[in-house]
C-alpha cells in the first residue's frame, strides 16, 4: 500500500508557541474504526471497499499484517479495496503482528472463516500490559480450543462442522477489542451469540454496521448487549468510515488551549458528548454549526475533575490532551485514569513545559497555571504526543517533541493540518547523536 511508513531518520517537532489558529479544518475516518474493520474484511470471501480511510502508519502495518494472510490490497487516496477471496495461511508472522496492538483483531475472522488461527500474542506497550485473556474466554464460549505457546496464541474449532457455535458471553469488563473479536467470530458462528457488558464505543457500532452491510446479523450495539445471529457467509461490501472522534476532540482542545475560534467537520457531535461536556464545563464554548460541524469558541479556562471511563464516560484517548489544556486552567483539577496503569507518563514531560502536575497513584492533580514554557520533550505514547502539541501550541518560546513514531502511528497530518489553521511548526531531522537519551 502506499502509505507513510515509520520515518527511520530521526526526526523532531519544532513548535514556535503563542500561535493563534483560525479557519476549518477536516476530520480523518476513525483510526480505532478502519483497523477492527480491516479485520473484518477477513470474514468476507470477496471484495471490499473501505472508504474514509486515514493515512496513518497504524492502518500501514494493518495492511501488512492482512497481506501476510493472503489478501491482496490496493490503496487510491482515502479508499482501500481488499479481495479477501483467498486466505493462504492462519499465521499473520509475529514481526508485522507486533508492530500494532489491533493487530490482534485477526484472531476471530482467521478462527472463524478458517476453523484456525495462530496469532502471536501484540504484547504489552507504553500505556499498559493489555492481556488478551477477554477476547481468548469468549473465543472458548463459542466452542474454540485456545492454548497460548511460545507466545502464539493457537485457536482451533474441534468437530467436524468446522464452525464456531453461539454462545452466551459475559465480559468482566467492557473491553472493547474483546467485544470486536467476539462480534467478528460470532458472525460466521452456528447459532445466536449473545454478549453481555459489551463495550459501546461508536467504533463497535461502526464494526457492527459493517458486518451487517456484509449480510451479517448483529443486533444492539452501541448498547451493554449484543446479540448475533450467525449466517453461513458474508458478502463484499462498499463501506464509509465514520470521522474519528479523538481526532476531533484533539482538535477542540487546540482551539481552546490556543484561545482560538476554528471550526471542524465531519463529525458525529454525539460521539463527542462526554468531551463536549468537560470542555463546557471548563468554560469552553462548543456550537454545533451544521449537523456535522462543531465550532469551538474560547472562554476563560476553569479547572475541572475527570474520570477516564468506557463509553459513554471520558475517554481515555483524550485523558493527555485534556490534562494540557487543565494545566493552563484557573484552579486545581484532578484526572483519574481508570481503563489504563500506565498513562499517565505524560505528566512528567508537561512539567518541563511549566505544568504543576502531582502524581498519586492512578490520579493527577494539576493546579492551573498561567502559561506553559516551551522545552525538549519526549513523546511516550500516541495521545501524549498529541498532548504535547497542543501544550507547544499554546506555550511561549519553542517545544521541541521527540519520539514522533507515536504521533504518526495514529494522527493523519496533523502538522499539515495545524499550519494550515495558522500554527507555526515543522519536522526537521537530527543527528541520532544530537538527540537527548530517550527516557525508559
Ligand atoms: C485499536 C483500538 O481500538 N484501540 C482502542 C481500544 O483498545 P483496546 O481494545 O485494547 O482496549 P480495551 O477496551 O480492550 O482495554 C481496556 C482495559 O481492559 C483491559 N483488558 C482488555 C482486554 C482483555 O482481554 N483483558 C483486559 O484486561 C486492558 O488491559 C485495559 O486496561 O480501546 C481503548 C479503550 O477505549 C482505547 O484506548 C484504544 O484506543
Ligand atoms: C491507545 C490507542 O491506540 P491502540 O489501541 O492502537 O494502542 C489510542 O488510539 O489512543
Do not use: W
Not at 179 to 207: S, Y
Amino acid at each position: 500500500m502506499n502509505l507513510p511508513t515509520h520515518n527511520q531518520t530521526p526526526s523532531l517537532l519544532k513548535i514556535s508557541g503563542e500561535s493563534k489558529l483560525q479557519g476549518n479544518v477536516t476530520i480523518s475516518g476513525a483510526k480505532n474504526s478502519a483497523l477492527a474493520i480491516m479485520a473484518g474484511t477477513l470474514l468476507c470471501s470477496g471484495q471490499c471497499r473501505l472508504r474514509n480511510i486515514p493515512s496513518l502508519v497504524d492502518i500501514n502495518h494493518m495492511g501488512d499484517v492482512l497481506a501476510s494472510v493472503g489478501p491482496k490490497l490496493h490503496r487510491e487516496k482515502d479508499i482501500l479495496d481488499l479481495d479477501t477471496q483467498e486466505i493462504t495461511t492462519s499465521k499473520p508472522p509475529y514481526e508485522l503482528v507486533s508492530r500494532l496492538r489491533a493487530s490482534f483483531f485477526v484472531i476471530g475472522p482467521l478462527l472463524a472463516r478458517l476453523g484456525v488461527a495462530r496469532v502471536p500474542l501484540p504484547g504489552g506497550c507504553a500505556i499498559g500490559a493489555r492481556p488478551v485473556d477477554l477476547h481468548v474466554r469468549g473465543l472458548e464460549a463459542m466452542g474454540a480450543k485456545v492454548r497460548i505457546e511460545h507466545g502464539i496464541v493457537h485457536a482451533d474449532i474441534p468437530g467436524y462442522k468446522n464452525r464456531l457455535q453461539g454462545g452466551e458471553i459475559y465480559l468482566d469488563y467492557p473491553s472493547v477489542g474483546a467485544t470486536e473479536t467476539i462480534l467478528m467470530a460470532a458472525t460466521l458462528a452456528e447459532g445466536e451469540t449473545k454478549i453481555e457488558n459489551a463495550a459501546r464505543e461508536p467504533e463497535v457500532v461502526d464494526l457492527a454496521n459493517f458486518c451487517n452491510a456484509m449480510g451479517a446479523n448483529v443486533q444492539g450495539a452501541g448498547t451493554n448487549t449484543i446479540t448475533i445471529s450467525g449466517v453461513k457467509s458474508l458478502h463484499s461490501v462498499d463501506y464509509s468510515i465514520i470521522p474519528d472522534r479523538i481526532e476531533a476532540g484533539t482538535f477542540l482542545v487546540a482551539g481552546a488551549i490556543t484561545h482560538s475560534e476554528i471550526s471542524l467537520s465531519p463529525v458525529i457531535p454525539e460521539h463527542l458528548i462526554p468531551v463536549i461536556a468537560k470542555l463546557r464545563a471548563m468554560g469552553v464554548k462548543i456550537l454545533m454549526e451544521e449537523p456535522n460541524c462543531l465550532r469551538v469558541i474560547p472562554g476563560s479556562l476553569q479547572g475541572t475533575d475527570i474520570e477516564t471511563l468506557p463509553y459513554p464516560g471520558f475517554p481515555t484517548d483524550m485523558q493527555a490532551q485534556l490534562m494540557a489544556l487543565l494545566a493552563i486552567s484557573e484552579g486545581d483539577s484532578v484526572i483519574t485514569e481508570t481503563v489504563f496503569e500506565n498513562r499517565l507518563r505524560h505528566v512528567a514531560e508537561l512539567k518541563r513545559m511549566g505544568a504543576d502536575i502531582r502524581l498519586k497513584g492512578q490520579q493527577a492533580i494539576i493546579r492551573g497555571v498561567s502559561m506553559l514554557t516551551g522545552a525538549p520533550v519526549v513523546a511516550t505514547d500516541l495521545r501524549a504526543s498529541a498532548a504535547l502539541v497542543v501544550a507547544g501550541l499554546a506555550a511561549k518560546g519553542t517545544t521541541t517533541i521527540q519520539g514522533l513514531h507515536h504521533l504518526d502511528r495514529g494522527y493523519d497530518n496533523l502538522e499539515g493540518k495545524l499550519r494550515q489553521l495558522g500554527a507555526n511548526l515543522e519536522r526537521v531531522t537530527v543527528d541520532e547523536a544530537d538527540l537527548p537519551l530517550p527516557i525508559m
